[in-house]
């Protein structure tokens, strides 16, 4: 009885065995393939959207960070020009101190008014 009983466990185990290893059919090969090449296509283009994605966004940063930049470049020229009218205006000022009368009240507003066209002109660039 143990003999049977062993050649009917050994013979079990030698049939499942051959089983793994059984080769499909053709055409189950082929649904196999083509689902699996679907699979990677929807994959890949899932992939190259997210790729366009980010660099749409990366480009949008780049833009946005330029553009800041700009700005603070022309705040700086903007200050750099009111600063050197200042200046200006602080030398016409000391110059208009020999004039007398009238002469030296058109000249003190005329350096004013420099000044306070540079001032305007580099708040406008600023306000851009």
């Not at 009218?85 to 003190?108: I, P, S, W």
């Amino acid at each position: 009885m143990r003999l049977e009983l062993s050649c009917a466990l050994l013979a079990g185990a030698l049939l499942c065995l051959s089983a793994c290893n059984k080769a499909e059919s053709p055409e189950n090969v082929q649904a196999d393939v083509a689902k699996a090449q679907s699979t990677a296509a929807e994959e890949n283009a899932k992939a190259d959207e997210k790729v366009k994605q980010v660099e749409a966004e990366a480009a949008k940063d780049r833009a946005d960070a330029l553009a800041k930049v700009a700005d603070k470049s022309v705040g700086a020229l903007a200050d750099s020009a009111v600063t050197q009218a200042e200046g200006e205006t602080k030398v016409a000022l000391a110059k208009c101190q020999a004039l007398e009368g009238d002469a030296q009240k058109t000249c003190k507003d005329e350096a004013n008014a420099h000044l306070d066209a540079v001032r305007a002109k580099a708040k406008a660039a600023k306000a851009d």
